[in-house]
């Protein structure tokens, strides 16, 4: 790949050996003459939607104060003067211009870019020192903002506060960002935001899941697949003195039955791509108004293509195909055209063409529960 401004002048290749998951990477004009995608009444109008996450963080001298949305009216009066903050996430599941930002970075697999994420501050405004357990890619649309940083061992938090915030920050950098400006952190990089005027920064994360929590879901998923036939048997019973003792001849042939639980790395591609591709909590989607009939869709798709909404996860890997935490298994003829779909989240009229039956099927299917549309 080619040497790109967003990494300064640096391949993804190079950037990725050298700082992904290493350290910081400051950008001046990442994005050279960034405008903002949205003025801040567009993101405000975002905040008050009860299907988009937002939160507002506001300090006075002595206090930290979370509030979670919708909001319908911004901090105004006495409250509006302080500092605040307010975090708008996933706004590329909204907004194109912001999905198309997002898509810059896809360099980096789907399977890790996770959102979006749109900050307002008023002057002052932060979230107060902390790490985050994501990569990510601070970007500065409006205004400016200093991020001081530090690679400090020491993550102790301090009690009681309704967010996370270090309780020894020792900056170790600071930097003035300017619009199109991008600082990149890994995780676990302490870092200090403060808005220096009002200002606007949108952070590109990426979600790194805690192996405890692919271990609970991961269960979870097998739960539903496991096939184990029979059950306990004991013929050759002997009477007990002990009857509240658990019997070692029970416990070993249920340790026998159990140890039949085996998982392939088959099921693990299948879990993976359904959990990766799961929609997060509060996300809806929007079938067509006026549903076109299997036939008429595949018509309209030959003529105009189709693209994926802008909420639909999709991934594939071999025989499987993952859209919105289902997964399909798919014919091998059938396997470009769905791969050259989630590459490229959309077809163009040319490949929507003399496709088999299965997968216009699918398409049908997947435009009806407002997956994807026509282009
Ligand atoms: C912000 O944009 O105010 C917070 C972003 C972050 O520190 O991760
Ligand atoms: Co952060």
């Known amino acids: 790949m080619k040497k790109t401004t967003l990494l300064g002048g640096m391949t993804p290749a190079i950037f990725l050996r050298d700082y992904w998951q290493k350290k910081p990477l400051l950008v001046r004009q990442a994005i050279p003459g960034f405008a903002p995608l949205m003025p801040t009444a567009e993101l405000f109008a975002l905040a008050a939607r009860d299907d988009v996450a937002s939160r507002i963080v ?21 409250a509006g003067r302080r500092d605040w903050t307010l975090l708008v996430q996933g706004v590329n599941l909204h907004h194109a211009g912001a999905d198309d930002l997002l898509r810059r970075f896809r360099f980096i697999s789907d399977s890790r870019l996770d959102d979006l994420m749109i900050s307002y501050a008023a002057d002052g405004g932060g979230v107060g020192p902390h790490v985050d357990s994501y990569d990510v890619f601070l970007l500065q649309a409006q205004g400016q903002r200093r991020w001081r940083i530090s690679a400090q061992d ?129 996300v809806f989607f929007m079938p067509p108004a006026r549903k076109q009939s299997a036939a008429a869709f595949s018509a309209a798709a030959a003529r105009r293509g189709i693209v994926l909404d802008l909420k639909t996860k999709m991934l594939y890997r071999g025989r499987h195909v993952f859209i919105n935490g289902e997964s399909f298994a798919v014919e091998r003829a059938d396997r470009s055209v769905l791969a050259a779909l989630a590459n490229a989240r959309g077809l163009a009229a040319s490949e929507a063409t003399g496709i088999s039956d299965d997968v216009r099927e699918a398409l049908h299917l997947w435009y009806c529960d407002g997956w994807l549309k026509l282009a």
Not at 58 to 78: E, I, K, V, Y
Not at 181 to 186: F, T, V
Not at 209 to 223: H, I, S, T, V
Not at 252 to 263: E, I, P
Request: with cysteine; aromatic share 10%.
């Open 58 to 78: 506001s300090r006075t001298a002595r206090r930290w104060d979370l509030q979670h949305g919708p909001f319908p009216a911004m901090p105004s009066g006495s």
């Open 154 to 282: 020491d993550l102790t938090l301090v009690d009681g506060l309704p967010l996370k915030v270090l309780k020894h920050f020792t900056p170790e950098q600071e930097y003035v960002l300017e619009p199109g400006d991008m600082l990149y952190l890994p995780p676990q990089y302490a870092h200090e935001g403060t808005a220096l005027g009002e200002c606007m920064t949108y952070s590109i994360g990426f979600r790194a899941p805690a192996y405890q929590e692919l271990g609970e879901a991961f269960l979870q998923f097998m739960a539903d697949s496991i096939d184990l036939p029979g059950r306990y048997a004991d013929p050759g019973l002997k009477p007990t003195g002990q009857p509240a003792q658990l019997d070692t001849a029970m416990l070993a042939q249920v340790a026998q039955a159990l140890q039949k639980v085996r998982f392939t790395d088959d099921d693990i591609a299948i879990f993976l791509g359904e959990y990766l591709s799961e929609p997060q909590a509060g």
